[in-house]
């Protein structure tokens, strides 16, 4: 099955610097890579996501590449704000028989620092 | 209405009791799913349910038994649960075909005493 490995788990910057989060999965066959924003006791909600047939794509100051063939993708975000304080979790996902297969990453706390 | 809607949001319940979570959308997705998800870890999956059919039941115990009775509807009863069932169960659903985004629910946070 599919394995997605998400780095660092802690992360705390400075506000107005940026953040990197990185993860790599296993499986060839997945070719859709969301990534969840989680605020305490709240619903992961989705940033930003990126097809396997587009290898960037940004959305203000939040960008995601992907490189399929070290099955690498990143989420990078500049001039971060306090409210970008969560957790962040990336995901890799395929359509298999009328659902999403999802596989999460194990999650980043972003900590921004006024 | 991109909204997935969950009730109740907190339950408090013995391991004797029987309960059920509720999940509601009414985007027209076929695919719905349940996650259980403790803190600090991501969404762990458990049931998913495609065209109103249980398409995956990820080892879940049967103390835990879902059920879809309409396209827009997901239920999960819950019965003799133990204190290690605690944590945040996420309903969310997605379109069944072609790639985009899973839409997830605010979440029961469920406390077995």
């Known amino acids: 099955g599919e394995n997605v490995e998400q780095h660092p788990s802690t992360l705390s910057v400075q506000e107005g610097d940026s953040a990197v989060i990185k993860c790599t999965y296993s499986?060839?066959?997945?070719?859709?890579f969301p990534w969840y924003k989680q605020e305490l006791g709240k619903r992961p909600q989705l940033i930003i996501d990126?097809?396997?047939?587009?290898g960037e794509k940004k959305d203000q100051r939040i960008a995601v590449t992907l490189n399929k063939t070290a099955k690498h993708f990143s989420l990078h975000i500049t001039e971060t704000q306090p409210e970008d304080s969560a957790v962040y979790f990336c995901?890799?996902?395929?359509?298999?028989?009328?659902?999403?297969?999802?596989?999460f990453g194990t999650g980043t706390k972003l900590q921004v620092i006024p | 209405d991109t909204e997935v809607t969950q009730t109740p949001k907190h339950l408090v319940m013995g391991m004797t009791n029987k309960k059920s979570l509720k999940c509601e959308q009414h985007?027209?997705?076929?695919?719905m799913y349940w996650y259980k998800q403790k803190a600090k870890k991501p969404p762990e999956l458990m049931f998913v349910?495609?065209?109103?059919?249980?398409?995956i039941n990820e080892s879940v115990p049967s103390r835990f038994s879902p059920e879809c009775p309409n396209s827009s509807l997901l239920n999960l009863h819950l019965h003799a649960l133990q204190p290690e069932d605690s944590a945040l169960y996420l309903c969310?659903?997605?379109?069944?075909?072609?790639?985009?985004?899973?839409?997830f629910g605010q979440g029961t946070r469920l406390t077995v005493v």
């Open positions: 995901a890799a996902s395929k359509l298999s028989g009328g659902y999403q297969k999802v596989t």
């Open positions: 990126i097809r396997s047939n587009v």
């Open positions: 349910y495609s065209y109103e059919k249980l398409s």
């Open positions: 969310a659903s997605s379109q069944e075909r072609g790639n985009t985004e899973a839409f």
């Open positions: 985007m027209g997705h076929r695919a």
């Open positions: 499986d060839s066959a997945s070719n859709y």
